[in-house]
């Protein structure tokens, strides 16, 4: 049964409401070798505010990827206090990269400036972030790829962190339809990074890359035929040839044992390692890399639940509506 949930710009045009129709259709998507998939849709007959007169596109709830970064956790303030030397954070959404002459664009980034006060709570800068964020959509520089990523952007304030999450979703973890959200570290005048905890933060967009980093090949594999003897300075893997193991951490196990250490040397079959393992290891015991990763390993679906997700699509489809007829 389809559900018609009612949608309103109280601002603007409180007595104006329009119509979302959520649904569960049985459809077969390219792709899927002929297979029919239940999917989740989300439709309506109000026009584009974005471009007059135009119909909106549907959405079907198939894959539900939202990008999204956050900051480090680390700077565990109650209240935060912006001033003109701390007020201006940079941050690009998806795959867009900021060009342009607008003031705002700044080293492939949009810079945008934090309404400063005093005691400000981390609810209060994540609606004054958001708000900020969304009004990228009218700036002149911006591409209308990208448009709806930023106007349906969204910035929470939760464990003493902030999350911005963006406003498109994507079946991709990278590439140039990926959803993601990047935040400018490096040092630049008057930025609040450091106030934040965006100097050193984490993403969906960053694990995923590290996830397929293929320049650093396997992640994991095996104690090589012979096994490791303690307390042996190398050991011999089944790593393929050209895979480089140098400066990497490990953990090794055979199910009983297990232990870390460093890759210092050697080459991809036979490493250098320090320290020197305690346990001895047979044949096949596995070895895995240690790479960056979200330290509250969350899921790196930021939508998790069919809710959140119909909730995502509600908005979006209420975010780029037309209510002034």
Not at 143 to 156: F, G, H, I, Q
Not at 237 to 250: I, P
């Amino acid at each position: 049964m389809a559900v018609n949930v009612n949608v309103y710009d109280l601002q603007n045009y409180p007595d104006n409401n329009k119509t979302v129709t959520i649904d569960i259709k049985q459809v077969t998507p390219i792709g899927y070798e002929g297979d029919e998939q239940w999917v989740v849709s989300a439709t309506t007959t109000a026009y584009s505010d974005i471009a007059a007169r135009t119909a909106i596109s549907d959405i079907y709830l198939l894959e539900m990827r939202g990008g999204w970064v956050k900051s480090s956790g680390l700077v565990t303030n109650s209240t935060f206090n912006i001033t003109s030397s701390n007020n201006k954070f940079r941050l690009r959404i998806d795959a867009d990269i900021a060009s342009g002459t607008d003031p705002q664009v700044k080293s492939g980034y949009w810079e945008i400036t934090l309404t400063s006060g005093t005691a400000i709570s981390g609810d209060q800068l994540a609606d004054d972030m958001e708000t900020q964020i969304r009004a990228l959509q009218n700036n002149a520089d911006m591409d209308a790829t990208y448009t709806l990523s930023y106007m349906n952007a969204s910035v929470e304030f939760t464990d003493s962190k902030f999350k911005i999450i963006s406003g498109s979703v994507s079946e991709f973890y990278t590439g140039a339809s990926r959803s993601s959200v990047h935040v400018y570290t490096g040092a630049f005048s008057n930025s609040s990074n450091a106030t934040l905890g965006f100097d050193l933060p984490v993403g969906f967009f960053s694990i995923a890359t590290a996830l397929a980093d293929e320049t650093w090949g396997v992640k994991e594999t095996t104690v090589a035929t012979g096994g490791y003897t303690s307390p042996a300075a190398s050991l011999d893997t089944d790593f393929v040839s050209g895979t480089s193991v140098s400066g990497h951490a490990f953990y090794i196990t055979d199910g009983t044992n297990a232990e870390y250490f460093y890759c210092d040397g050697g080459t991809y079959s036979s490493m250098d390692i320090y320290p020197t393992l305690v346990n001895n290891y047979a044949a096949g015991s596995k070895i895995q890399r240690l790479m960056w990763q979200d330290p509250d390993n969350q899921p790196i679906n930021y939508y998790q639940d069919v809710d959140a997700a119909v909730r995502w699509a509600i908005k979006s489809l209420a975010n780029q509506i037309d209510y002034s007829s």
